[in-house]
């Protein structure tokens, strides 16, 4: 049972309700910002913005220990119903709506043993809205940080949670093919740039590491030509998902890919040039703050809801803010709520019963670290 208030349980639906009804894509959560801000200043509580990007940072009480608390703001960009369109498939929604509700619950309290930071973060599926924050300086005093997702039925079952995420590592890969086109009859003038895009996926496929280590690489997209079936054409793009359980295995696939990339371009006469468009590191797990968040699930949830930690291929920047800070301990609560098909699916739902029982379990993670 859940220790939040109809009232307040209204106003997180309400909420959720909002940022789900109006996404907004990484780097242009403009609207989403505001909201926020003003959220916080109608409960009088002063928020920090930033002239060059998007997002804010909220906090209440003062002194030590500082725990900082994080939401990622973006939605995803993808066809919904034959439409493209902003859309909420990631859980984002509900990461602020959870936040907002932890930070209403500490507002309860007459007096805080330390300062809690509330942190609204742009650009999570750009893999670039941590390291934003991290030289903006958020966390340079922080002592814990806290975050959570949504996870996919396939990885846990509704009513339970896990202390820690352990994600893996995520890199984006852009690459351009530049040549000249030619007639469709003189296949000899030039080289056919879709051939050189089809013995990279080839080349990809046949690449082997560590079976020990979950990983993948894979090509996810592919454009070149136009209309004019006769013509052969000498330029093409292509993205490549690459992505690894640990950071070593991420760089040592990396490197054989831009070899191979490097050894097409120089066999087939053409230039190939490419570039990181996202990136996210695999989790460094702390064993404190995950050893705060199992026990707040206990209290708050009962022992029989705790699972072991999650282990996904999937990517978060929130890494980013312990890999640049290693004095940092975080963790994230992995919730589990029903969600299907998957995450990212244009239809995604979930169980939203799940949210208020996430902030009695962030809430209790923070209390305890006040408490010590």
Request: glycine letters at 8%.
């Amino acid at each position: 049972m859940s220790v939040i208030g109809e009232e307040e349980q209204s106003v997180l639906k309400d909420v959720f309700n909002h940022l789900h009804e109006n996404p907004e894509v990484s780097w242009d959560e403009v609207n989403t910002t505001a909201y926020i801000k003003d959220f916080f200043e109608k409960r009088g509580v002063k928020s920090t913005t930033f002239e060059d990007c998007t997002g804010l940072v909220a906090e209440i009480g003062e002194g030590r220990p500082v725990v900082a608390v994080r939401a990622d703001m973006d939605a995803l960009w993808q066809e919904v119903d034959g439409e493209f369109r902003a859309n909420h498939s990631c859980g984002h929604d509900a990461h602020m709506t959870i936040v907002l509700g932890v930070f209403l619950r500490l507002m309860e309290k007459e007096k805080l043993n330390g300062t809690v930071r509330f942190l609204f973060q742009p650009a999570e599926e750009k893999g670039a809205g941590a390291l934003k924050l991290v030289d903006k300086g958020v966390v340079d005093d922080a002592d814990f940080l806290f975050g959570m997702h949504l996870r996919p039925v396939q990885e846990l079952d509704n009513g339970s949670y896990a202390p820690a995420i352990s994600h893996g590592a995520t890199r984006h890969i852009r690459g351009v093919i530049e040549g000249d086109d030619a007639h469709g009859a003189r296949p000899h003038l030039n080289t056919n740039a879709i051939q050189v895009g089809a013995e990279l996926v080839q080349a990809i496929n046949n690449m082997h590491f560590d079976p020990l280590v979950p990983h993948s690489m894979k090509v996810t997209a592919f454009q070149a030509g136009g209309e004019s079936a006769n013509i052969i054409p000498g330029r093409a793009s292509f993205t490549v998902d690459v992505r690894a359980q640990n950071n070593e295995l991420m760089e040592e696939m990396v490197a054989r890919l831009e070899r191979t990339i490097a050894f097409s371009a120089e066999y087939n006469h053409v230039s190939i040039t490419t570039e990181t468009i996202a990136e996210m590191a695999a989790a460094v797990l702390n064993d404190e703050a995950t050893e705060v968040m199992a026990e707040a699930i206990k209290e708050t949830t009962g022992e029989e809801t705790l699972r072991p930690i999650r282990e996904t291929t999937g990517g978060d920047d929130f890494h980013f803010y312990t890999i640049k800070k290693p004095e940092l301990k975080a963790t994230m609560l992995a919730v589990g709520c029903d969600l299907s098909p998957g995450l990212h699916h244009p239809r995604m739902t979930f169980d939203r019963n799940a949210l208020p029982k996430a902030v009695d379990i962030i809430t209790r993670a923070v209390e305890k670290v006040l408490e010590k």
